[in-house]
C-alpha cells in the first residue's frame, strides 16, 4: 500500500522568513531587467537565466535520479508547465518595452488570484470561502481601476503603451497562476523541487532564445551592469528563489501561502519608484492598493478567522 501524501500545512515562521525573502528578491526582479534593457533585450536577459538555472538543475537532477529521471510520469506535466512557464516570462519581457517596472510588479502579482480561482474549482481543499470571493471582487476592481485610472499618456518616455504593457502583466499573472495549479494537479506536486524547476527553465530557455533571434533580439552589450544583472537573475532569481518557492509548494496550502505575496509589488512599485524614478499616477495607486487588499483577503481569510475567533 502506498503512503499518504502529507497534508499541506497552515504558514509558520519558516514560511513567513521565506517569503519575505522571496519577495524582495522578486520584488527587484523587474528592476534587475529594466536597468540594463538597453543592452540586453528583457527576453534575451530572461532566456539567458533561464538557460544558466536549466544547466546547473539538469546536473543535479542527473546526479540524484541518474537515467530514471524522466521516467517517473513527470514529463509530460513537466513540459505543460514549462511551456506555461515560458509564457509567462515572454508576457514579462515583452511587457517591460511598454510599461514601468512598477506597473509590472503589480499586474504579475496577481497571480494568487488566478491560482486561488484555479485551486478552487480542482482540489476540495482549496475551496473558497465567502471573505476569498470578496478578496477576489476587490482585486478585479483594482485591476479595472489601476487600467482605466491612468493619469500618464501613451507614448511617455520609457512607457510608449502603457496600457498594452499592463495587459501583457495582467496575461503573465494569469500564467504564473495556472503553472500554480499545474504544479498541484500533476505528479509534479511530489516531484523534488528541481526537478519541477528543471522543466520549467529548460523550456522556458529553449523558447525565449528562439523568440529573441527570431525577432532581432539576441545582442548582448557586455557593459558591467549588464553582466551583473543577468548574474543576480540568473542566481538569485532564476535559480535560488525558484527552487524555494517549489519546495514551499510541497509543505503548505498554496492559497495560503501566497498570504505574504502582496509584499512583493509593494518592494517592486518601491524600487522603481526609488531606483528608475518611476512616476506614479493616482489611480494606479488607488488599483494597486486594491489589488494587493484583494489578494490579502484571498490568502489571509483562515488567518483572518483564526484572529476573530481568538477576539472572541
Given at each position: 500500500m502506498s503512503a499518504a501524501k502529507p497534508l499541506r500545512q497552515p504558514l509558520d515562521g519558516l514560511a513567513t522568513g521565506a517569503m519575505l525573502l522571496l519577495c524582495v528578491c522578486w520584488g527587484f526582479q523587474q528592476i534587475a531587467i529594466k536597468l540594463v534593457a538597453a543592452d540586453v533585450s528583457p527576453i534575451m536577459q530572461i532566456g539567458l537565466r533561464s538557460a544558466f538555472a536549466a544547466l546547473v538543475l539538469a546536473c543535479a537532477v542527473a546526479r540524484r535520479e541518474g537515467l530514471r529521471a524522466f521516467g517517473d510520469g513527470?514529463?509530460?506535466?513537466?513540459?505543460?508547465?514549462?511551456?506555461?512557464?515560458?509564457?509567462?516570462?515572454?508576457?514579462?519581457?515583452?511587457?517591460?518595452v511598454h510599461t514601468t517596472a512598477s506597473h509590472m510588479s503589480v499586474f504579475l502579482y496577481t497571480a494568487p488570484i488566478f491560482a486561488a480561482l484555479g485551486l478552487h474549482w480542482l482540489l476540495p481543499e482549496e475551496r473558497l470561502k465567502p471573505l476569498q470571493w470578496m478578496g477576489v471582487a476587490v482585486a478585479f476592481c483594482g485591476i479595472a481601476v489601476a487600467f482605466l485610472g491612468k493619469g500618464q499618456p501613451a507614448g511617455s518616455a520609457g512607457a510608449p503603451n502603457m496600457l498594452l504593457g499592463d495587459a501583457m502583466g495582467l496575461l503573465a499573472g494569469l500564467f504564473w497562476g495556472a503553472t500554480t495549479v499545474a504544479i498541484r494537479?500533476?505528479?509534479?506536486?511530489?516531484?523534488?523541487?528541481?526537478?519541477?524547476?528543471?522543466?520549467?527553465?529548460?523550456?522556458?530557455?529553449?523558447?525565449?532564445?528562439?523568440?529573441?533571434?527570431?525577432?532581432?533580439?539576441?545582442?548582448?552589450?557586455?557593459?558591467?551592469?549588464?553582466?551583473?544583472?543577468?548574474?543576480?537573475?540568473?542566481?538569485?532569481?532564476?535559480?535560488?528563489?525558484?527552487l524555494a518557492w517549489f519546495w514551499l509548494l510541497r509543505r503548505y496550502l498554496a492559497s495560503r501561502l501566497s498570504v505574504l505575496s502582496f509584499m512583493t509589488p509593494l518592494f517592486g512599485v518601491s524600487f522603481g519608484v526609488l531606483i528608475l524614478d518611476e512616476p506614479l499616477d493616482a489611480g494606479f495607486v488607488l488599483g494597486a492598493l486594491l489589488v494587493l487588499a484583494g489578494i490579502t483577503l484571498v490568502s489571509g481569510a483562515e488567518l483572518l478567522r483564526e484572529k476573530l475567533r481568538r477576539a472572541r
Open positions: 513527470t514529463l509530460l506535466p513537466g513540459l505543460i508547465v514549462g511551456l506555461l512557464f515560458a509564457g509567462e516570462f515572454l508576457f514579462v519581457a515583452q511587457g517591460l494537479k500533476t505528479s509534479l506536486s511530489e516531484a523534488a523541487p528541481a526537478k519541477t524547476l528543471f522543466y520549467q527553465m529548460a523550456v522556458a530557455a529553449i523558447a525565449l532564445l528562439a523568440y529573441a533571434a527570431a525577432t532581432g533580439n539576441a545582442g548582448f552589450r557586455y557593459t558591467q551592469a549588464a553582466v551583473l544583472s543577468v548574474a543576480f537573475q540568473s542566481v538569485m532569481v532564476a535559480l535560488s528563489s525558484y
